[in-house]
């Protein structure tokens, strides 16, 4: 799977949206990028995922860049409860083996 | 919404023992996997298996088994547990379509005493 890069953390502030970018630069034309986020002690949550075009859903809204090296994931009105981990991930099909390599992720904190 | 329940939230085992770790799907996914989670190396893939009965080696499938009986359910064993198998361990489960994601259980913290 293609690398990427995210930065180690960032904060915002509550209601306010939440911009977090990351950096996949070697990313081929058939991975998908994924987002992910864990809140302490809890598992991985899936959040969305795009392969070119922009996506949206009630969580969040992924905005590709138009040669897809890179993304942002937005949460628009970002809460105390967003406070996590979140981790962007690029996946290409491997035959059965369609594991999910997760990185060091950014960790997001929302302020009151 | 798609279900994935790990049997236990919190588990201790002494060094030795035979530890099973529990796993329930609820969304007819063939693929199950089995990860786990430590400070600074992120997750980790022990083994997946993508039907019943079948089953291959992840990255760091050593001191491992697994079994997948029926769909919905696919179990770790730890065959004899060692002090450096203390970890978080996650449970996910999605088609084998990449396109759709793996979705996660709450994860078993297992100590090894």
């Known amino acids: 799977d293609a690398k990427t890069t995210q930065p180690p953390s960032m904060d915002c502030a509550e209601g306010r949206a939440a911009n977090l970018p990351c950096n996949h630069s070697?990313?081929?034309?058939?991975?998908?990028v994924y987002w992910y986020r864990q809140i302490h002690s809890q598992g991985p949550q899936y959040i969305i995922h795009g392969l070119k075009n922009n996506e949206t859903n009630e969580m969040a809204s992924l905005i590709i860049t138009e040669d897809r090296k890179s993304s942002t994931l937005i949460l628009p009105h970002a809460t105390l409860r967003d406070t996590a981990v979140y981790y962007c991930?690029?996946?290409?099909?491997?035959?059965?083996?369609?594991?999910?390599?997760f990185g060091k992720g950014i960790t997001l904190s929302v302020r009151p | 919404d798609v279900k994935v329940t790990q049997s236990s939230r919190y588990l201790v085992k002494r060094t030795g023992e035979k530890v099973f770790l529990e796993c329930v799907q609820d969304m007819d996914h063939e693929n199950m996997f089995w990860y786990r989670q430590d400070p600074g190396l992120g997750l980790r893939l022990i083994y997946f298996s993508y039907d019943v009965k079948m089953k291959e080696k992840g990255d760091i499938p050593e001191g491992y088994s697994v079994s997948r009986e029926k769909k919905e359910r696919f179990s770790l064993i730890l065959e004899s547990a060692s002090t450096n198998q203390t970890s978080m361990y996650l449970c996910a489960s999605s088609t084998p379509d990449i396109a759709q994601p793996q979705h996660f259980g709450d994860g078993t913290r297992l100590s090894i005493l």
């Open positions: 991930i690029v996946r290409v099909h491997t035959g059965a083996n369609s594991k999910l390599t």
């Open positions: 070697t990313i081929s034309g058939n991975e998908y």
